[in-house]
């Protein structure tokens, strides 16, 4: 699941072990995840970037 951290926190990453950034990342569904997403609301479920088109990348 891709999620971003609400404004203004920051969520540490256990298994990378460096903070959330703020335009989210690819996490696994975890306990650890699901709680911060479903119980304390500290992260919110967010689209992935949409990867560059052939086109932007020459």
Do not use: C, Q
């Amino acid at each position: 699941m891709f999620v971003k951290p609400k404004p203004g926190l920051m969520i540490r990453d256990p298994d990378l072990g460096d903070f959330l950034p703020a335009e989210g990342r690819e996490v696994p569904a975890t306990d650890y995840w699901n709680r911060l997403l479903h119980i304390y609301r500290d992260v919110v479920l967010a689209d992935p970037p949409a990867p560059p088109s052939p086109a932007e990348e020459a």
